[in-house]
């Protein structure tokens, strides 16, 4: 069979059973979901009609049609966003990093208010986190605790962009600097957004040291599974590709050797001089690599991810001004100055005040079929994961993390991911205001 006839019929079922159906009023509304048509579909049916399965073609395509977008020399597809994070904590263990390399017992700079996958990494890499408190409502760290926070022993900074709303990139990247830290700037939940830096409009995740992306199907676009590191620093991309791929020093990309002419004639460590370099592993990696299929889907994602990024940015100004009289009960989120974020969802925290409880509010939104979530982990110290943990010894906490506290407690958010619709909206903004009374 043709391959054309294979595409017609594949496009067709998909217009046939994929396409999205009208909103009713009584029908859920999910934080987040997956938007595609008939582009995506096709292009994880080319990918697997090739059967070359792991990382290719369509990877290679991704991976420079991102480092496009983002304007950045280097991207890495992995296979998923906590993967991405890992791999930019361990990159930072590199003994090529020299005296700027993160030691067990080094002190990396973060928050409790966030997803497990930003913090986890630091413990796994042997570091030790240490937490600040976040601010209100902007849910990100309050940059003027960093400074007391500092040690002998800190070596970064490793935080999220809250809700897709960036953290104070021009206080914190200064902050670095002075002191010589490494910055990871986990963009998962904000791809897409920008800030304005010494005069420029900057891509987050392209300001610190190390961005992330995931592209779980929640966030600004997806692969399913599937994730990305990127970089503007050559000896990071090369840390980090080797980290990605199993550790090993040759960067040919799978299926191709010598691209460096230098096969069988190097000396590593204390292997005979020849070995071949395809097998000489100059780091402890890992394989954090994502398939051909994920690329398929992602190519064909990245060309909608700027009119993504737009409807999520007006359904956030939707609900904003739909809410706007409801200050006096609920603190209403408020966007970073000096950015315009790519909003991965809506936050809303429960004055003391007021008559209902986060509970009774969450509760009455569920039966109603709105969708809601809390704010990730809320105190990550509070989970768990951590009960067998020391505080001053595996963690530190810097500050009283009072505003931590307060969001785990009071904060929810809803989603403005790009397939809502007014209707959606106008359903989300009623019942958010009667969930009040």
Same mark, same amino acid.
């Given at each position: 069979m043709e391959k054309d006839r294979i595409e017609e019929l594949v496009r067709a079922y998909t217009r046939e059973h994929h396409s999205r159906k009208p909103y009713q009023k009584g029908d859920r509304i999910p934080y987040s979901g997956r938007v595609f048509d008939e582009e995506e579909v096709w292009a994880l049916v080319d990918s697997a009609?090739? @059967? %070359?399965?792991? +990382?290719?073609? /369509?990877?290679?395509? @991704?991976?420079?049609?991102?480092? +496009?977008?983002?304007?950045? =020399?280097?991207?890495?597809l992995v296979n998923s966003g906590s993967s991405a994070n890992l791999l930019a904590m361990a990159a930072l263990t590199s003994p090529l990093l020299k005296d700027r390399r993160i030691l067990k017992g080094d002190e990396v700079l973060t928050v409790a208010a966030a997803f497990p996958t930003t913090v986890a990494p630091i413990l796994q890499c042997g570091a030790v986190p240490v937490f600040v408190d976040i601010d209100i409502p902007s849910y990100n760290v309050c940059p003027e605790q960093l400074e007391e926070a500092l040690s002998s022993r800190t070596k970064a900074? @490793?935080? +999220?962009?809250?809700?897709?709303? =960036? *953290? +104070?990139?021009?206080?914190?990247?200064?902050?670095?600097? !002075?002191?010589?830290? %490494?910055? $990871?700037? &986990?963009?998962? &939940?904000?791809?897409?957004?920008? /800030?304005? $830096? &010494?005069?420029? $409009?900057?891509?987050?995740?392209? $300001?610190?040291?190390i961005g992330t992306s995931s592209f779980y199907p929640a966030h600004q676009m997806t692969t399913g599974e599937g994730g990305a590191v990127y970089t503007s620093d050559p000896l990071l991309y090369k840390i980090l590709r080797s980290m990605r791929d199993w550790g090993r020093e040759c960067s040919c990309p799978g299926g191709m050797d010598n691209l460096c002419g230098h096969r069988f004639d190097g000396q590593f460590g204390t292997l005979p001089r020849g070995y071949d370099h395809k097998y000489v592993y100059s780091h402890i990696g890992y394989n954090l690599k994502a398939t051909d299929m994920q690329a398929a889907i992602g190519t064909a994602q990245l060309a909608k991810l700027p009119d993504f990024v737009r409807r999520r940015q007006e359904n956030w100004a939707y609900l904003r001004a739909g809410l706007a009289g409801l200050s006096d009960q609920l603190i209403l989120p408020e966007k970073q100055e000096h950015s315009n974020p790519s909003w991965f969802g809506f936050i809303l925290?429960?004055?003391?005040?007021?008559? !209902?409880?986060?509970?009774?509010?969450? #509760? /009455?939104?569920?039966?109603?079929?709105?969708?809601?979530?809390?704010? *990730?982990?809320?105190?990550?110290?509070?989970?768990?994961? @951590?009960?067998?943990?020391?505080?001053?010894? &595996?963690?530190?906490?810097?500050? #009283?993390?009072?505003?931590?506290?307060?969001?785990?407690?009071n904060a929810f958010w809803v989603g403005v991911y790009p397939g809502m619709t007014d209707a959606m909206l106008d359903e989300m903004i009623l019942r958010i205001r009667k969930s009040l009374n």
């Amino acid at each position: 069979m043709e391959k054309d006839r294979i595409e017609e019929l594949v496009r067709a079922y998909t217009r046939e059973h994929h396409s999205r159906k009208p909103y009713q009023k009584g029908d859920r509304i999910p934080y987040s979901g997956r938007v595609f048509d008939e582009e995506e579909v096709w292009a994880l049916v080319d990918s697997a009609l090739d @059967f %070359w399965l792991t +990382a290719g073609d /369509y990877t290679e395509a @991704f991976e420079k049609g991102l480092a +496009a977008y983002l304007e950045v =020399p280097y991207c890495l597809l992995v296979n998923s966003g906590s993967s991405a994070n890992l791999l930019a904590m361990a990159a930072l263990t590199s003994p090529l990093l020299k005296d700027r390399r993160i030691l067990k017992g080094d002190e990396v700079l973060t928050v409790a208010a966030a997803f497990p996958t930003t913090v986890a990494p630091i413990l796994q890499c042997g570091a030790v986190p240490v937490f600040v408190d976040i601010d209100i409502p902007s849910y990100n760290v309050c940059p003027e605790q960093l400074e007391e926070a500092l040690s002998s022993r800190t070596k970064a900074v @490793f935080l +999220a962009h809250s809700l897709g709303n =960036p *953290f +104070a990139l021009d206080q914190i990247r200064a902050f670095c600097d !002075r002191h010589g830290l %490494w910055l $990871i700037e &986990d963009n998962c &939940d904000g791809l897409g957004g920008t /800030y304005e $830096i &010494d005069e420029k $409009i900057r891509k987050t995740g392209t $300001i610190g040291h190390i961005g992330t992306s995931s592209f779980y199907p929640a966030h600004q676009m997806t692969t399913g599974e599937g994730g990305a590191v990127y970089t503007s620093d050559p000896l990071l991309y090369k840390i980090l590709r080797s980290m990605r791929d199993w550790g090993r020093e040759c960067s040919c990309p799978g299926g191709m050797d010598n691209l460096c002419g230098h096969r069988f004639d190097g000396q590593f460590g204390t292997l005979p001089r020849g070995y071949d370099h395809k097998y000489v592993y100059s780091h402890i990696g890992y394989n954090l690599k994502a398939t051909d299929m994920q690329a398929a889907i992602g190519t064909a994602q990245l060309a909608k991810l700027p009119d993504f990024v737009r409807r999520r940015q007006e359904n956030w100004a939707y609900l904003r001004a739909g809410l706007a009289g409801l200050s006096d009960q609920l603190i209403l989120p408020e966007k970073q100055e000096h950015s315009n974020p790519s909003w991965f969802g809506f936050i809303l925290a429960v004055r003391p005040e007021c008559e !209902r409880s986060r509970g009774e509010i969450v #509760s /009455y939104l569920e039966e109603h079929g709105i969708q809601t979530r809390n704010l *990730f982990a809320g105190n990550i110290l509070r989970h768990p994961c @951590f009960q067998d943990l020391k505080e001053g010894e &595996d963690y530190r906490v810097a500050h #009283s993390l009072e505003n931590t506290d307060f969001t785990m407690r009071n904060a929810f958010w809803v989603g403005v991911y790009p397939g809502m619709t007014d209707a959606m909206l106008d359903e989300m903004i009623l019942r958010i205001r009667k969930s009040l009374n």
